[in-house]
C-alpha cells in the first residue's frame, strides 16, 4: 500500500502538474513510513518539487531529513536521486559549494546515463559559477553529447548555455551567439519555461 501510494504522489507530479498534491502525499508518506527506501524516494520528492516550485525552506527541511539515510540505499540509482535533488536545490540557492560536491558524489558512484546527465549539468553550472571552469571545452562538450544521446535536452541545453557563458567571458562573442541560436528550436521544443528564458537572457546580454 505504501508503495502505491508513493506511486500515486510521482503520479501527481510528472504526469498532472499537481505539484501541491504530490508534495503533500509524499509529505505524509515520509513521516509515516517505517521503510528507509521509500522515506528516502518520498524525501528526496518531496525536495525535488519543492525545489522546482521555487521553495526552498520546504526543500531544504526534507534534505536535512533524508540524506543521512542515503548509506542504507543500496540501490544506487535510487541513492544517486535523492543526492541528485540536493545537488539541484544546492545551486538553485546559491550555494554552489555544496551542490558540486554532490554532483560530484554522483559521478564517482558510476551513475547511470541519466543521473550521469544531470550531475554533468550540475557539475558545470557550479563550476561556472566558481571560476573552476577547465581552460579547454572538452568536458562540457562531452556533457552536451551524453546527454543529447539519451535525450535529455533541457539538461544538454543548459550546458550548452554554461559553454556559451563561457565563450562570452572569453570574448568568443561570435561563437557563443551561433552556439544559441542554433540550439533555440531545440529549446523552444522543450516548453521549459526557465531553460527558454535563459537562452533569452544570454542572447539579450550578447
Do not use: M
Not at 175 to 191: C, F, G, H, Q, W
Amino acid at each position: 500500500i505504501e508503495r502505491f501510494r508513493y506511486l500515486q504522489a510521482y503520479d501527481l507530479a510528472a504526469y498532472q502538474n499537481r505539484f501541491a498534491d504530490s508534495i503533500k502525499q509524499a509529505g505524509d508518506l515520509f513521516e509515516k513510513t517505517k521503510d528507509p527506501v521509500l522515506k528516502y524516494r518520498a524525501g528526496s520528492l518531496v525536495a525535488n518539487l519543492a525545489a522546482i516550485n521555487r521553495n526552498f525552506s520546504v526543500g531544504l527541511r526534507y534534505l536535512n531529513a533524508t540524506l543521512p539515510i542515503r548509506s542504507q540505499i543500496k540501490d544506487k540509482s535510487i541513492r544517486q536521486e535523492g543526492i541528485g535533488s540536493a545537488a539541484t536545490l544546492y545551486n538553485q540557492i546559491g550555494q554552489h559549494k555544496i551542490g558540486l560536491q554532490y554532483a560530484e558524489e554522483i559521478l564517482a558512484d558510476n551513475p547511470g546515463p541519466r543521473q550521469r546527465c544531470l550531475a554533468g549539468w550540475i557539475q558545470a553550472d557550479a563550476k561556472r559559477v566558481l571560476n573552476l571552469l577547465p581552460a579547454d571545452d572538452a568536458s562540457l562538450k562531452s556533457v552536451v553529447s551524453q546527454c543529447e544521446s539519451i535525450k535529455e535536452n533541457i539538461w544538454s541545453n543548459l550546458v550548452v548555455s554554461v559553454l556559451a557563458r563561457k565563450w562570452a567571458s572569453e570574448g568568443r562573442l561570435d561563437d557563443a551567439i551561433k552556439s544559441l541560436e542554433s540550439s533555440l528550436p531545440s529549446v523552444n521544443a522543450t516548453r521549459y519555461p526557465r531553460l527558454i528564458a535563459e537562452f533569452r537572457s544570454i542572447l539579450a546580454e550578447l
